[in-house]
């Protein structure tokens, strides 16, 4: 079955440092999202992609953010300065949207950003 | 706008008991409706969906949703809980339109007791 594969699975960087999160969605799908999950926290839509730009972001996903899909397959989060309070598990996700189909997503597995 | 409200962030039941999660949802208009589980460690896996065909939902692992316009809600029901039910369920709403958000509800963790 198809899935989202997401890496690195925990990264830490350090204050300030630049990170970039990297996701496989599902090959089929047009849709691009991430999400972050705070500690404790609900889950909380950060940015969502379709046709090479932005769909919708949140306001959380300020200028320090960005996203990218630099190839037919990669879909990529920027963290340009990180900060402590960035410290979170980042989930992609995907969705497909021909006619007939859901819009259920499909998550990754997360990566664990560890800001110190 | 959109939200979700789960009542009870931790519901504690026995091996075999009844399962009753909450979700209750807003939404300008007719939403799709999600049901996701978490088991610790891990991403979210959907375990069922409405998006307005039968009310009542069966998702994986036994589990059921149903979808009450009148009082909108999209609670979660399993008849005889297992152990490797413990996880933390997450309800989420969607806008009718591929591409938009879910927004989730703050999850609720089961503890299932032998």
């Known amino acids: 079955e198809p899935e989202v594969t997401q890496t690195p699975s925990h990264q830490v960087t350090q204050m300030g440092q630049e990170v970039i999160l990297r996701c496989v969605p599902i090959?089929?799908?047009?849709?691009f999202y991430w999400y972050r999950q705070i500690l404790g926290q609900k889950v909380e839509f950060l940015v969502s992609f379709y046709n090479n730009e932005i769909s919708e972001k949140s306001e959380i996903f300020d200028d320090q953010f960005s996203v990218e899909r630099p190839d037919g397959s990669n879909f990529t989060l920027k963290i340009r300065s990180t900060k402590l309070e960035d410290s979170a598990m980042y989930f992609c996700?995907?969705?497909?949207?021909?006619?007939?189909?859901?819009?259920?997503?499909?998550f990754g597995p997360g990566t664990r950003l560890t800001v110190t | 706008a959109q939200s979700v409200t789960q009542l009870g962030s931790h519901v504690s039941v026995s091996e075999g008991a009844l399962v009753l999660l909450r979700c209750n949802y807003s939404s300008s208009v007719p939403p799709y409706l999600f049901w996701y589980v978490q088991y610790p460690n891990q991403g979210l896996q959907l375990l069922l969906k409405y998006t307005s065909a039968a009310t009542l939902v069966k998702g994986i692992n036994g589990f059921e949703a149903e979808f009450k316009k009148s009082e909108t809600s999209f609670h979660l029901t399993k008849p005889s809980a297992h152990m490797s039910d413990a996880a933390e369920y997450f309800c989420a709403v969607n806008l009718k339109a591929a591409g938009n958000k879910l927004t989730f509800g703050g999850g609720t963790r089961v503890l299932v007791k032998p």
């Open positions: 090959s089929n799908h047009l849709y």
């Open positions: 996700a995907s969705s497909g949207a021909l006619a007939g189909e859901s819009y259920e997503q499909y």
